[in-house]
């Protein structure tokens, strides 16, 4: 018999699993041994009053977990610090990507599934979006048009920890009506699946939105995959990569550099999944 995080609705140190399998065998959970080799497993199975396994509990030497009392307030550790176990980029243009996520993606491309979806174009910028997602190590979804169905679909295809999309208030209308579709896909996605954990938007030109400036929650520092960013950029030879754009992702890039103590940074902002935010200022 075995139970995963398919089976339940939150993770450990949630107990959910531990009650299932308790619920699955027939047994009172108070009279079941719980081994687990990491603290919040034995945190969940405390919480459950499970016996956690002393050898288990022994081998570690990290501190005690907590106790039921100390966690009244049920937390997930994908909600918290967890690095991206997958990402989902979801942008108007074959170049949005690199532009405002170029960085963070290569970096998170270096350990987990990066996924970006664009609409199609023409096969000419069709062409520059292939080159410049496999610059960046990321898989490229060209989908006939960015609808909250074709949305949903893909979320529930891909089960993304992480999504990323443009602000709600970009001053580009085909950047605000992807946010829009993001935003009214991913409530049923997220229930039928449980992701994404987290929601956030990029930056945008100049980091002006309608309403004012972009006001970051995270800044991650790419000054280690800046080269990646600026290479898979000028993948866009259609787009006005030197005069325009190449020069904007720099001051940028330095921009939030400069505020976050990097050489290179890029700024995201979380949003609510379904009424959730990140714990930590973590992308
Ligand atoms: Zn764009």
């Known amino acids: 018999m075995v139970v995963t995080l398919e089976n339940v ?49 022994a ?30 980029a979801v942008f108007a243009h074959p170049d949005d990507a690199e532009l405002w996520a170029g960085g963070t993606l290569a970096l998170h491309a270096q350990h987990a599934p990066v996924h970006i979806a664009v609409p199609l174009h023409d096969p000419v910028r069709d062409a520059e979006a292939q080159a410049g997602a496999a610059v960046l190590g990321a898989a490229l979804h060209q989908l006939p048009e960015l609808t909250p169905t074709a949305i949903r679909a893909l ?76 290479q898979a950029l000028h993948c866009h030879k259609s787009q006005p990569i030197d005069q325009h754009f190449g020069p904007m992702a720099e001051d940028l890039a330095r921009l939030w550099g400069r505020r976050s103590g990097a050489d290179f940074a890029e700024a995201f902002t979380a949003l609510p999944v379904l009424g959730r935010v990140p714990g930590a200022a973590h992308l």
């Open 9 to 57: 609705p939150r993770g450990k140190p949630a107990p959910a699993a531990y009650l299932e399998a308790a619920r699955r065998l027939g047994a009172a959970p108070a009279r079941c041994l719980a081994v687990d080799d990491a603290d919040d497993g034995n945190a969940a199975a405390l919480a459950l009053a499970c016996k956690p396994s002393p050898s288990a509990t």
């Open 59 to 88: 081998a570690s030497s990290r501190p005690p977990p907590p106790t039921p009392r100390e966690l009244s307030v049920p937390r997930n550790p994908d909600d918290q610090l967890a690095r991206p176990q997958s990402v989902l």
């Open 155 to 230: 979320l529930i295809e891909l089960t993304p920890h992480v999504v990323i999309t443009h602000p709600v208030h970009d001053t580009h209308t085909a950047h605000r009506r992807t946010a829009e579709a993001v935003l009214e896909a991913l409530p049923e996605a997220k229930i039928e699946t449980g992701r994404p954990r987290r929601l956030y938007t990029c930056d945008t030109y100049n980091s002006l939105t309608l309403i004012g400036q972009v006001t970051p929650t995270v800044m991650v520092d790419v000054t280690a995959t800046f080269a990646t960013k600026m």
